[in-house]
């Protein structure tokens, strides 16, 4: 089944621990996005990746990281997490622009 | 900057009515657009997209449009059902090589029996 996987779906952790979620698609797609979903701002984008090692900031990319030394992962690093980032993250990806995002079932981080 | 606006922000409606949810984009330069759905807690699941060639794509009960002129999108839901009810997305492409796709707050619908 093409999908794209995000792990964990569920993530309680504190300030300053570093952690990662992963994601992995199985559909050979160039482009790779993570969002973050927070109430009334709707979905934002924090970093995408229009290849292998090809990375690139979104609207708010403050806080994390990114890496893609594979065409089918792209993890999302966060280093110092601060209970701001507290959010619902989702990776997606596409092959190009015109044939639409497939996206994950989401992270539920929350940071204390 | 694009920003994407959904009207309403939420319907509730009993079941069997047709119902039209509406997107517009400050900036019309849109080279395709996706219709989500998203159920409480969980993903978004693609319904329709709209490629840069098209007009209008139907899927069952679903039909989408994008008046690229005006920078608007509507999407119609025939004899909605329970289980239709859920928020919906629209979300956009911008033209010029841009990457990131620009989202509605979404329309929360209650579709009731």
């Known amino acids: 089944e093409a999908q794209v996987t995000q792990n964990p779906r569920y993530l309680i952790t504190v300030t300053g621990k570093k952690l990662t979620v992963t994601c992995s698609q199985n559909m050979n797609h160039e482009y790779m996005s993570w969002y973050r979903q927070d109430p009334g701002l709707g979905l934002r984008q924090i970093y995408y990746?229009?290849?292998?090692?090809?990375?690139d900031k979104g609207d708010v990319p403050e806080g994390y990281k990114v890496s893609r030394k594979e065409k089918r992962n792209f993890p999302l690093i966060l280093e110092s997490p601060s209970p701001n980032q507290t959010s619902l993250y989702f990776c997606a990806s596409s092959t190009d622009g015109n044939y639409g995002y497939t996206f994950g079932s989401g992270t539920r981080l929350t940071v204390v | 900057k694009q920003e994407v606006t959904q009207i309403p922000a939420a319907l509730s409606v009993p079941e069997g009515e047709n119902l039209v949810l509406n997107c517009s984009f400050t900036d019309s330069a849109i080279y395709n657009l996706q219709w989500f759905r998203q159920d409480p807690g969980k993903g978004l699941t693609s319904l329709l997209l709209i490629q840069s060639s098209q007009r209008e794509q139907t899927s069952g009960r679903l039909n989408a449009s994008l008046d690229k002129s005006s920078g608007r999108s509507t999407l119609y839901i025939a004899a909605s059902q329970p289980g239709d009810s859920a928020t919906y997305l629209c979300a956009g492409l911008p033209q010029g090589g841009s990457e990131k796709l620009v989202f509605g707050k979404g329309t929360k619908l209650t579709v009731n029996p």
């Open positions: 990746s229009m290849n292998v090692e090809v990375t």
